[in-house]
């Protein structure tokens, strides 16, 4: 089957948070032409943030004025106070006096926004290859190919490319050779992943960051009394720091600060705040852990261990459980322990979008960005590919983040429409064929 469509001004990778907040900054920043003819693909069948992670009793770690609109655009449509108004719980939410809503209703805001852009979305298709268009030996646009779970695919035309695909599953180089053992599963995919291993009695929490806490919180309260190992390489667990000097590093002007110093330094910044994001949960949350392991003290119970300062040297898998040999880092002690089940709360890799580019490698050099988040190309080179997500090491901590969703958004938004006119006036008329195979 064949139709023929406009060449995309570009298409977005992914339809997170990342490419709703530029689906609204172009919707109401009167960027209407290069909003209406973008496409947003995402590989879920429909909305979900973090699904396989949301659990009862979990919160925004964010306030929800840092939502994807309200830094930018108070006044927008898309705020987290117009979601509440319109769902009738302005005065209720007003009475839980809190800044942190739980991680169900913001899935349930950015679920209610993202169903605006219905229209500019496919759901259910996974990109899996982008090649270049040449004309007189220049690259003009994208061939953007993607796949639906029937393995069916699609081909598409685009101007320019915004890459917006979140962070994929850290798995430690011990657990690789596991891969598809349903007993060995990333944090990721724990909600789903817990319901396969209901039989199991003892489990492996391997981390020490708010996903982990949060699995081991959930796994102690469930009724099948897993009796959970936390494993950590760390000596113990640190909170976040969440206070407000710290804070300003998610400031939007500190972008432009980390932006400016050379690569040296914009590590140094990254390494000394990094405890504001990376393997530190919220104090309440360590709190309530501690008092698990308290309470079994006062029991003389013995069901959970609190297991600091470990390396995992080995894992094997066998008919009766995974084992893992670890090592205790103070004293040196190696030991051998068997578990039903091991999660890994290892956290995520930010350079997936490389393996989907690689067939424009050779154009994008070593993938460094500019100040407005564009991948720097040959000269021969014309689309704009964008990474939204992955420019935590140039841009600062806030870019995996929340916190300038609004503003990066903008700032994207009118990068794009700069070079949308530019295309307009070039190809006036032009007409694109997309190929539905
Ligand atoms: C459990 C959890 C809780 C968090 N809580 C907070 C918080 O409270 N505050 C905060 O600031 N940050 C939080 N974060 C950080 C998180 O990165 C951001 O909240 C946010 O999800 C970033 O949005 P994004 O759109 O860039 O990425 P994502 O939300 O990861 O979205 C990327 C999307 O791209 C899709 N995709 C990926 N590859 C493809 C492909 N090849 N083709 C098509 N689609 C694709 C994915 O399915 C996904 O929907 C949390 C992260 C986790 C894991």
């Avoid at 973090?50 to 609109?69: E, P, R, Y």
């Avoid at 898309?78 to 009738?88: A, D, E, K, P, R």
């Avoid at 994001?277 to 360590?286: F, Q």
Wanted: hydrophobic share 35%; charged share 25%; glycine share 6%.
């Amino acid at each position: 089957m064949q139709k023929t469509t406009p060449r995309h001004s570009f298409i977005g990778v992914g339809f997170g948070p990342s490419n709703i907040a530029l689906a609204i900054a172009l919707k109401e920043g009167g960027m209407d032409k290069l909003g209406n003819s973008a496409l947003f693909i995402e590989k879920q069948p429909e909305f979900s943030w973090h699904k396989h992670m949301m659990m009862d009793n979990t919160h925004m770690q964010i306030s929800f004025m840092k939502d994807l609109a309200t830094l930018h655009n108070p006044k927008s449509d898309f705020t987290f106070i117009n979601y509440l108004h319109q769902h009738n719980r302005l005065a209720d939410f007003i009475n839980l006096q809190t800044f942190y809503p739980s991680r169900h209703e913001f899935n349930d805001y950015l679920t209610w926004a993202a169903s605006h852009f219905d229209q500019q979305t496919r759901y259910g298709e996974e990109i899996f290859d982008v090649q270049p268009i040449i004309a007189n030996q220049q690259v003009v646009a994208l061939r953007v190919f993607s796949r639906d779970a029937s393995g069916q695919t699609f081909q598409r035309e685009a101007n320019n490319l915004v890459m917006s695909v979140g962070g994929s599953a850290y798995i430690p180089e011990q657990f690789r050779h596991l891969a598809g053992e349903s007993r060995v599963f990333h944090s990721n995919q724990y909600l789903q992943k817990i319901e396969l291993n209901r039989e199991a009695k003892k489990i492996a929490v391997i981390g020490a960051g708010q996903s982990a806490a949060e699995i081991f919180r959930n796994l102690h309260g469930r009724p099948e009394g897993y009796e959970v190992d936390f494993i950590m390489r760390a000596n113990s667990i640190k909170p976040s720091d969440d206070s407000p000097f710290v804070n300003e590093i998610f400031n939007a002007e500190f972008t432009d600060y980390v932006f400016s110093k050379n690569k040296a330094e914009r590590e140094s910044l990254v390494r000394e705040y990094r405890q504001t994001n990376y393997a530190c949960p919220d104090l309440p949350l360590i709190e309530e852990i501690y008092d698990v392991f308290y309470q079994q003290k006062v029991r003389k119970d013995e069901r959970h261990n609190f297991v600091p300062s470990t390396d995992i040297e080995t894992v094997v898998s066998d008919q009766q459980g995974v084992h893992l040999k670890v090592k205790n880092r103070r004293t040196g002690e190696q030991y051998i322990r068997t578990y039903d089940a091991v999660v890994l709360a290892t956290g995520y890799e930010r350079d997936h979008y490389k393996k989907l580019l690689r067939p424009l490698a050779s154009y994008l050099g070593d993938f460094e960005v500019d100040r407005d988040y564009c991948i720097k190309t040959n000269d021969n080179f014309q689309p704009k590919i964008v990474l939204q997500g992955a420019c935590e090491q140039s841009h600062g901590l806030s870019d995996t983040l929340l916190s300038l969703l609004a503003v990066r958004s903008q700032e994207i938004g009118q990068r794009l429409n700069k070079s949308n006119i530019n295309y307009s006036i070039n190809s006036e008329n032009s007409k694109k064929i997309e190929k539905v195979t």
